[in-house]
Nanobody
Framework: VQLQASGGGLVQAGGSLRLSCAAS????????MGWYRQGLGNQRELVAV???????HYADSVKDRFTISRDNAKNTVYLQMNNLKPEDTGVYYC?????????WGQGTLVTVSS
C-alpha cells in the first residue's frame, strides 16, 4: 500500500488550501483515511479522519474551518482547509488505517504566514 499526498504550499492567514491523498495497492474496502499534522517541535496530532462507511471526526482546533471528504472508488481522501491560521503550519501526513495496520504518506508542508 502506498499513499501519495499533494496540495501543500504557502498561504496567507485567512486563505485556503486543499490537500489530496491517493492510496494505491491492495486495500480492504472497510478503512479509515485521514490527516495528521506535525508542527515544529510538536508531536504529530490528528486533524481529521473519515470512515469508509461514513462519518468523520475533527480536532477541535479545525472544526468549522476544515472539511474532510473521500472518494471510495478512487481510494482518495481530501482535506479542504479554509480560514487558515499561522498555527495550522506544519507537515500534513495522510493516514490509512485498515485491518489494524497504519500506513502513512510522505507528508506535505503547509505554511501559513501572518
Amino acid at each position: 500500500v502506498q499513499l501519495q499526498a499533494s496540495g501543500g504550499g504557502l498561504v496567507q492567514a485567512g486563505g485556503s488550501l486543499r490537500l489530496s491523498c491517493a492510496a494505491s495497492g491492495s486495500i480492504f474496502s472497510i478503512n479509515v483515511m485521514g490527516w495528521y499534522r506535525q508542527g515544529l517541535g510538536n508531536q504529530r496530532e490528528l486533524v481529521a479522519v473519515s470512515a469508509s462507511g461514513g462519518g468523520a471526526h475533527y480536532a477541535d482546533s479545525v472544526k468549522d474551518r476544515f472539511t474532510i471528504s473521500r472518494d471510495n472508488a478512487k481510494n482518495t481522501v481530501y482535506l479542504q482547509m479554509n480560514n487558515l491560521k499561522p498555527e495550522d503550519t506544519g507537515v500534513y501526513y495522510c493516514n490509512l488505517a485498515v485491518q489494524g495496520v497504519d500506513y502513512w504518506g510522505q507528508g506535505t508542508l503547509v505554511t501559513v504566514s501572518s
